[in-house]
């Protein structure tokens, strides 16, 4: 058994039927095939009996004074020779037989009233005799039968009760097979549900499951609501350290504007390029404690809706650079990513694309990766990492803050993913995020 047929549940139930149907046919098979054995030889000894006291009841003396039997037996296979029942009368003298004994067949004596296994002309018999008294005459009676008889009916028994076995063990298989479907079929479901909760459609698993199953769920959804709420007092406590050193800073900021109106340029400028440096790493871990949240649901985001939305979002914010955007998504591409943290993601290499771009942009996809390139300068392989960094930008004079690689970067990691940057066939940059 292989490993994952090991750890399937329906693989072991399967096993486990299969094995029981097979040893409960085989053992009923023994068990009828025997008692019906017993039940059968018991049955052929009786008819002998009765044939044999039956043949005791013929045995007469004539006029003159010989041993006959006055009529025929019941059974008119005694009347066929070699049908395989026999009988046999000896004594005073005289040896009488039925007609279906070859006259130079004989049947040997037995002791009184127990049944002995011999050979009649070479065939095996059963046979029993009895010594009796026949107006003074002693005379030994033996009735006797062909084994292959007994045989032969066993025989045919076994084999009709053999299909009649496999008949049964195949409808007894079908049977679990279809118990085991529909007692998996709370599984099935509960795999569903599981997807729809990585899929992002749903943020708990139902609880219409079995009995077996509902502490699993409760315990689950329990750990899911956990997880939500300690997000959203991460986000909510996050956002309100912000408002509280932005407050501050913001008067900050306007007293190094007093200190330059009144002429101490140098201190004024030294506050204000703190100042900038404290707005960008509020706005970093600002935008990573939002965005970095919900990894643990597995969720994953169809690519091409929300890349729709992010287009149309940078052409607004970028309408006076005529760029061409070029978009090769499979269709029903998803990745494992929360919508919101894919969807800062992809601005962030689009916003920097538009930005850098000359005249060009391509977005395509793949299986667990998504890149977009540009055709403007690119970035030197000796500056790529220093990009990565809080508030690096390479050109000044080009609007930004310097966080939309270093965010993006950090995303990645949360998602053990990667960013790699490298050059673009189109000549500029080409930016991957691989999951």
Same mark, same amino acid.
């Given at each position: ?33 025997? %008692? ?6 018991? @049955?052929?000894?009786?008819e ?25 037996? /019941?059974?008119p ?28 067949? @004989? ?21 029993? /005799? $009895?010594?009796?008294?026949v107006?003074?005459? =002693? ?10 008889l #007994? ?15 496999? +008949? ?17 079929? =709370? ?10 909760? @990585?899929?992002g ?8 499951? =079995? ?7 409760? /315990? ?7 997880q ?5 007092? $991460?986000?909510?406590?996050?956002g ?8 501050? #800073? +913001? ?9 330059? %109106? ?7 400028d ?6 900038? +440096?404290?707005? %960008? ?17 597995g ?5 091409? =809706? %929300?890349?729709? !939305? ?6 607004r ?21 929360d ?6 993601? #992809?601005?962030?290499l ?12 391509v977005? /395509?996809?793949?299986? &667990? ?10 970035i030197?392989?000796?500056? &790529?990492?220093?990009? #990565? ?17 270093? $965010? ?9 993913? !990667? ?17």
């Amino acid at each position: 058994m292989t490993d994952t047929a090991h750890n399937s549940l329906k693989a072991r139930l399967v096993t486990g039927s299969a094995v029981g149907v097979l040893l409960a046919m085989v053992m009923a098979g023994l068990f009828i095939g025997n %008692l019906y054995r017993v039940h059968t030889i018991d @049955r052929y000894q009786t008819e002998l009996d009765h044939h044999l006291g039956e043949l005791i009841a013929q045995i007469a003396i004539d006029p003159q004074n010989r041993v006959h039997v006055t009529r025929p037996l /019941s059974d008119p296979q005694f009347t066929v020779l070699h049908s395989g029942l026999y009988w046999q009368v000896e004594g005073a003298g005289q040896r009488l037989h039925s007609a279906s004994l070859r006259p130079d067949a @004989r049947l040997a004596a037995g002791p009184d009233d127990q049944w002995l296994s011999s050979r009649v002309a070479g065939q095996p018999v059963d046979q029993r /005799s $009895a010594r009796i008294m026949v107006d003074g005459r =002693p005379l030994i009676v033996t009735i006797a039968s062909d084994k292959r008889l #007994l045989d032969e009916q066993i025989g045919k028994f076994r084999v009709d009760l053999t299909l009649s076995m496999v +008949a049964m063990g195949l409808a007894l298989l079908g049977g679990a097979l279809a118990m085991v479907h529909f007692g998996l079929s =709370p599984v099935r479901r509960l795999g569903k549900d599981v997807d729809s909760l @990585r899929n992002g459609e749903t943020d708990r698993l139902g609880n219409d499951v =079995p009995t077996e199953f509902a502490p699993i769920v409760e /315990s689950f959804n329990a750990m899911l609501e956990g997880q939500a709420q300690f997000i959203t007092r $991460a986000r909510t406590e996050s956002g309100n350290l912000a408002h509280n050193l932005r407050t501050p #800073l +913001a008067l900050v900021i306007d007293e190094a504007e007093q200190i330059r %109106l009144g002429g101490n340029h140098r201190s004024a400028d030294f506050l204000l390029s703190r100042c900038r +440096a404290m707005q %960008l790493q509020i706005d970093y871990h600002l935008a990573r404690a939002s965005a970095a949240g919900t990894r643990g649901a597995g969720t994953l985001t169809e690519v091409a =809706p %929300l890349l729709a !939305q992010i287009l149309e979002a940078m052409r607004r914010l970028h309408a006076d650079r005529a760029l061409s955007v070029e978009i090769d998504i499979p269709d029903g591409l998803r990745l494992p990513c929360d919508r919101g943290d894919l969807a800062e993601i #992809l601005s962030n290499l689009i916003d920097n694309a538009f930005k850098w771009a000359f005249s060009r942009i391509v977005v /395509s996809g793949g299986h &667990r990766y998504v890149e977009v390139r540009d055709d403007g300068p690119g970035i030197p392989p000796k500056q &790529r990492a220093a990009v #990565l960094g809080v508030g690096v930008r390479l050109d000044p004079a080009t609007p930004g803050s310097g966080l939309g690689l270093a $965010a993006t970067f950090d995303l990645m990691r949360v998602y053990d993913g !990667q960013l790699l940057l490298d050059v673009a066939p189109e000549g500029g940059l080409r930016a991957e995020v691989r999951f």
